[in-house]
């Protein structure tokens, strides 16, 4: 399959919850087509994931931003990624509390601070300093998931734009039950997303603590520059979450050639892409 943008919304249980699904995978759908509509106006794909995740951070019924999961106080405690795969420009946030669209702040860590990742405070007082919008986290409803599930309904988007170049975002709530100050796979470089223009954009979701052991995005980047398909180099990896750590994921990628891969060992994982000309088509990857 080509496609010039991917997104997902979590590979998870989602059991039981067939209308939350369905509004899961009407916000990819959305956000597939937001992201494609800015590579076709000859925009970048780092501009089309972030606009894609913000949609999905957006959107209440995933585990990003208002969706996010509490943790074991009761707190919101947010991870981000920005990747540019032209330049290998990188930007994240974690455990960040009261911002609506962590991807946006992970963007302006990579733009405007010499650094790649801001946690807590830091991240807190650095969205102060530019003055980055933030909302009040706390009054947000507890999600429908929280009691049943144990990772899930993270969000993450791969693109590639029309001058060939790569981009991945990835965005989360991180895992319901966390500790506080847990910081899963999303934030870390490689681990929940990597972009190198020389191989592959890839975004992970699904147990957190498994992937940061496998730093299993470059993983998937390694074996493209290598000549596996992207698609083979997905379910290799998925394979790989499961056979040596007995944990369970999801995978999305694009490589050079537009050529995309999606692979997931949970019962369910919604996910979108879109063609170069708007065409939309989803799906609920299941293992
Ligand atoms: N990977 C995320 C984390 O561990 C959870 C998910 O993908 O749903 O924070």
Not at 41 to 70: K, Q
Not at 146 to 159: E, F, L, M, R
Request: aromatic share 2%; proline share 4%; with cysteine.
């Amino acid at each position: 399959m080509k496609a010039s943008i991917i997104v997902h919304g979590g590979a998870g249980g989602w059991a039981g919850q067939a209308e939350r699904l369905r509004r899961a995978l009407a916000a990819c759908e959305e956000a597939a087509r937001a992201g494609e509509t800015i590579i076709a106006r000859g925009g970048s794909a780092l501009d089309a994931v972030e606009a894609a995740v913000r949609l999905l951070e957006d959107e209440p019924s995933l585990n990003a931003g208002r969706g996010s999961f509490r943790n074991l106080a009761g707190d919101v405690e947010m991870d981000a990624l920005i990747m540019d795969g032209a330049t290998l420009g990188l930007g994240a946030v974690a455990v960040v509390r009261d911002v609506c669209n962590p991807v946006s702040l992970a963007r302006r860590v990579m733009t405007d601070t010499p650094h790649t990742l801001l946690a807590g405070e830091g991240a807190s007082r650095f969205a102060d300093a530019i003055g980055f919008p933030r909302c009040d986290t706390r009054g947000w409803p507890l999600h429908p998931a929280d009691a049943a599930q144990a990772a899930g309904d993270t969000v993450g988007a791969v693109a590639r734009d029309r001058a060939g170049n790569l981009a991945v975002a990835v965005s989360t709530g991180g895992i319901p039950r966390k500790m506080p100050g847990r910081i899963g796979d999303s934030p870390l470089a490689g681990c929940g997303g990597y972009a190198d223009n020389a191989s592959a954009a890839v975004a992970a979701t699904g147990d957190g603590e498994a992937l940061m052991k496998l730093v299993a995005s470059k993983r998937v980047c390694d074996d493209i520059a290598r000549g596996a398909s992207a698609q083979a180099a997905c379910e290799a990896a998925v394979a790989l979450l499961a056979r040596r750590l007995g944990a369970s994921g999801g995978l999305i990628a694009l490589d050079r050639a537009g050529e995309a891969g999606v692979a997931c060992n949970t019962p369910a994982m919604p996910y979108a892409w879109a063609e170069e000309g708007g065409v939309v088509g989803s799906a609920v990857g299941t293992r």
